[in-house]
Nanobody
Framework: VQLQASGGGLVQPGGSLRLSCAASGHSFSSYNMGWFRQAPGKVREFVARISWSGAGTYYADSVKGRFTISRDNAKNTVYLQMNSLKPEDTAVYYC???????????????WGQGTKVTVSS
């Protein structure tokens, strides 16, 4: 599976962005998908994950209530809708695919290249 993340950019605090992650290759619908982020000088951290069917989602406490993960298996795409953005959300955001339902980045098998999100006035 190859993953291509897009949708990042510069947004003011309180604004919104929607990230997309398009997958190519076989069996996208069988993979659990996750979004992670990495700010400068910090370790990569879990943001959200969604099960292969889309029925199960889970969020980091820092984004709960503001971010929504979803997927369209017909389009081989997973999304991250980000609302009420804060400066501390500034990071490079990565999508990942894996066989396990997990928040551990080391347990994901495939990674996209990352898309940069900057929240600043």
């Amino acid at each position: 599976v190859q993953l291509q993340a897009s949708g990042g950019g510069l947004v003011q605090p309180g604004g919104s962005l929607r990230l997309s992650c398009a997958a190519s290759g076989h069996s996208f619908s069988s993979y659990n998908m996750g979004w992670f982020r990495q700010a400068p000088g910090k370790v990569r951290e879990f943001v959200a994950r969604i099960s292969w069917s889309g029925a199960g989602t889970y969020y980091a406490d820092s984004v709960k209530g503001r971010f929504t993960i979803s997927r369209d298996n017909a389009k081989n795409t997973v999304y991250l809708q980000m609302n009420s953005l804060k400066p501390e959300d500034t990071a490079v955001y990565y999508c990942a695919a894996g066989a396990r339902v997990t928040t551990n980045p080391y347990e994901y098998d495939y990674w996209g290249q990352g898309t940069k999100v900057t929240v600043s006035s």
